[in-house]
Structures are given as structure tokens and as C-alpha cells.
């Protein structure tokens, strides 16, 4: 007769070597840890396909504050809603970008994971005020709304992601775990994406769509097994 030791060293075998294996039981099905860093690479994906598209529509904005201003303020905040969208899902996507290739970008890796993961935080919360505080404030004072985020905020943020996102794509370089043309793509999409340059954003914009591309449709499957895709 098995014995209640016996039962219980069972489980905790079953359980260790269920988790070895990558998988995470909850109500009654399983999930494995690579079906969630395919998830991931979907978010960057969708992000970098968001992005770009609120790059174009800025054009669009510029138009119409010279033909129809009214018009202009409904495109701007569509506009805004498409890069808060996109820069949440940029947070997933970056920790399915940086898991997959953890062990073979090192500590480089690691604080431009860091750095990147701070700066998009920033970036979706100034986001998000525009989106839901801006539109309040402007109709009660507009210098207010212009003026609230602040040049310290700014800084922060644009210090922050530019170092951060140009610190990962030279540890995705050096790690060749994903194409190279690629990781050059995102170091020079972090270098000019906050230039107020129309369209310098898309560059970024491809280079993690591209990079969530390739994860998500599991081209790349660990750093231990680089794909080297070109």
C-alpha cells in the first residue's frame, strides 16, 4: 500500500518535473511557458504594426490643422489612443523579446531590459494622460494642458527608453539570437525615434514588429538553439 510519504514524494516529482518541462496547470488545462513568449511576440507584433499606422495618421493630422482644425483634434487623439495601445503592448512584447534570449545577451542584456522596461513605463503614462487627461484639462485651461507634463518628465522618458531600447539591440546584436539587420534596425530606431521627424517612428516600429514576427511564429525558440535567421 502506498503510503502518505510515498503519495506526497509522487506529487512533488510529477509536480517538478511538470514544471521542468515549461508547463503551468490552472483549471483543468495547460500552458506552456513557450505558447506565452509566442503571446508576447504577438504583442510586439500588433505594437509595431499600431505604431506605425499612428505614424501615418500624424500626417494626416498635419493636414488637417491647415483645412479642417476641428477635424484635426479627432484624428490627434485617435492617434494617441493607437500609440497608448501600441506602447502596452510593447511592454509585453519586450519581456518576450528579452526572455527569449536571456541567457545569451548576459548582464548587457539585462540592464537594457531594465532601462527599456522603465522608459516604455514613462512613455505609457504620459500616454495615457493624453489620452484621458489632456482632453479634460484643455477645456478648463489650455496652457495647463500644453505645460503638465513637464521638461523633467520629458527628459526622463526620453532618457530612459532612447538608452534602454538602444542598450537591447546591442545586447540582440551580440546575443545573435535573432537576424542582425534586424537588431541594427531597432538600435537605430531607438537612436531617431523621439526626433520630432515625421515618420522617424516607423523604423522602430518594424524592427519590433519584425523581431514579435519571428517569436511569435516560433522562427526563434531559445537562446540555447539560436535560429540565426537572416
Known sequence: ALTRDTGLDWWHHSHRRSLEKGYLKKGGSFITSSSLTRLAGLAALASGVLSAIGDLLTLVVSRQNLENP???????????LLYLLSTALLLLGLVGLYTSQSRATGLLGLVGFLTAFLGTVLLVGALWFMVFGTPYLAAQDPELAESVLGQTGYLLMLLFGAVGWILFGVATLRARVYPGWAAILLIVG????????????????VAVAYLGYLLFTGRVRSDEQPSRVR
Do not use: C, W
Open 70 to 80: 476641428q477635424l484635426a483634434t479627432t484624428t490627434s487623439y485617435t492617434v494617441d
Open 190 to 205: 531607438g537612436v531617431i525615434a523621439f526626433l520630432p521627424v515625421p515618420l522617424v517612428g516607423i523604423v522602430f516600429s
